[in-house]
């Protein structure tokens, strides 16, 4: 079955240093969405990228699509102590209709 | 988006007894789901809850230990059956609203300790 790996597992940054995470795809995808889940809270929909070497960018985020659309990266800069949490790429499965988390990335700030 | 709850929103448990979970949304959704998340783990889809139809099951999880309802399009429960303390774990619901795109909002999920 289809499987979505994140490396790194745990990242700890200094406040005000950046932070990428990168996810692999077993499959080619239609899309990549990635989610944040705060400690203690639940996953929430950040951004979604669509077409091949898509780039979006959000405030300090910065979302890429790899030309495969088999990759994904979520870099942050410049990091806030807001920015921790743990984040999770993920991809859909057939249909669209069901989706497949990656392992994840832990990112812990150090003020 | 849409506004989703979730009750209980935690629950300490006796093994061998069971458990309903709700999930409430404000507004008409196509797909609801279930999820579990184990401590530090990712996401792991449980069921697809169909409306006026059984649930679709991932592999690994069956009906007789999870059963699900969706009597519409606004609401679903799940079930953890004869718990043991390996059912331990957050229990997620999430919506989506649009097949084509598939994102997908939670609920504030469900923390279930079996002892």
């Known amino acids: 079955g289809q499987q979505v790996m994140q490396i790194p597992q745990y990242q700890h940054v200094q406040e005000g240093e950046d932070f990428t995470t990168y996810c692999n795809s077993s499959t080619t995808l239609s899309n990549i969405q990635w989610y944040k889940q705060r400690p203690g809270g639940h996953p929430v929909f950040l951004i979604q990228?669509?077409?091949?070497?898509e780039v979006k960018k959000q405030k300090r985020l910065t979302f890429q699509f790899g030309e495969a659309k088999k990759n994904s990266s979520l870099h942050i800069t410049a990091t806030q102590t807001t920015d921790v949490g743990t984040y999770f790429c993920?991809?859909?499965?057939?249909?669209?209709?069901?989706?497949?988390f990656g392992t994840g990335t832990r990112l812990t700030i150090i003020p | 988006s849409a506004v989703i709850s979730q009750k209980p929103s935690r629950d300490i448990c006796q093994r061998g007894t069971s458990l309903t979970i709700q999930c409430q949304v404000d507004?008409?959704?196509?797909?609801m789901f279930w999820y579990r998340q184990q401590p530090g783990q990712s996401l792991t889809l449980i069921a697809t809850a169909n409306q006026g139809s059984e649930a679709t099951y991932e592999s690994g999880f069956v009906i007789d230990k999870f059963p699900i309802s969706r009597p519409n399009l606004t609401f679903s429960t799940l079930t953890v059956s004869n718990m043991s303390p390996e059912d331990s774990s957050i229990y997620l619901c999430s919506v989506g609203r649009d097949r084509a795109l598939g994102t997908q909002y939670f609920g504030p999920g469900t923390r279930l300790t079996v002892l």
């Open positions: 993920a991809g859909p499965n057939f249909g669209n209709e069901k989706l497949t």
């Open positions: 990228l669509v077409k091949s070497g």
């Open positions: 507004s008409q959704v196509t797909m």
